[in-house]
């Protein structure tokens, strides 16, 4: 695939290429692409590490005039840009919270033996957080912002004969107090996708990607806490009318999974003809790896991880997977 890659990229004939590939060769296809003057959209993940990525990333700043995107298709679906707008404009205030449950990326074990590179540590670099979960991941993270420290309790070939992750729990602390939750796994048939997002001017829920509902307080959490009289509390914790307390709007968006692709790539090509702005800059990809692989490192060590981690450590523990893997084999 080299040898015909490296071909066609010199031909003069390519204008731009999609990295399709084994997860591994994202960042090495997308620096050759730039390398030769070509723009790049690469799919995700960025890569496995973000070590690689980093390079990658620098490599594209000195390709300024060049197209770098990434393909986090789910960030053109309007309920999550709705979401981003209300957290951005401070309608729910400072963000105290945020719990994500997206337990519902099932996969049978048939779906891990049709390909030998499938759930891999050498040939894919992880499970779950590396095939279906980046895309929660990025969404989470470019509303929420990058956490500073994140501690895992990861479950490794828990339900599927397979050496990498199927069952993750991460817990976030974003450095100002406010905290996440992030819990996914393949081995629910039944399933849940929930967003919840709390601030101290309201709260923000997120029912299968597809209905959102905003409660905003009248007063803030702190106001409420300094004035209301036990008497109110009571009445409020048992029940009580709560329409003096919030307001709630609830919207429903229709499905646009299969222009989601689609979109990204038409947002590609008009950032190339006509400079429209990027939905998905290839350089915000190593957002998400550094994310998944502070959650794998954690777990590795059995501690709370910092952010930035060590690139060099995290790349020494994953090395020490793939020669296990390879020796089990």
Known sequence: MGAVYHEQSESGEVDAVVTTVPHYLHPEMGIEALKRDIH?????????????????????????DLTFAIMFNQRTNSLYQKVKEIVDNGEIGDLRRANWIIT??????????????????????????????????????????MPKK????????????????DEVTALFDYGDGATGSF???THDPIGTDRFELFGDKGKIIVDNSKKVTIKRLVKSEQEMSDNMTMMEVYNLVQGGDTDEMYTEEAIE???????????????????????????????????GVTVANS????????KEVELPIDEDLFLEELNKKIEAEKAAN
């Open 104 to 145: 519902s990326w099932w996969r049978p074990q048939s779906y891990y033996d049709q390909s030998a590179w499938r759930a891999t540590w050498g040939e894919e670099g992880g499970g779950v957080l590396v095939n279906q979960a980046p895309h929660q991941i990025d969404l989470m993270q470019w509303i929420c912002g």
């Open 183 to 185: 819990i996914t796994c």
């Open 40 to 64: 790049a959209l690469l799919e995700k993940p960025a890569g496995v590490y973000s070590k690689q990525v980093k390079e990658l990333n620098e490599f594209a700043a000195s390709k300024p």
């Open 150 to 165: 994140v501690y895992s309790n990861v479950k490794y070939g828990y339900q599927r004969d397979i050496a990498v992750e």
């Open 253 to 287: 968006f229709e499905s646009n999974w299969q222009e989601q692709h689609p979109n990204v790539m038409r947002n590609f090509a008009a950032n190339i003809l006509v400079g429209e702005e990027l939905l998905a800059p290839g350089a915000e990809g190593i957002n």
């Open 295 to 302: 959650i794998h490192l954690s777990s590795w060590l059995e």
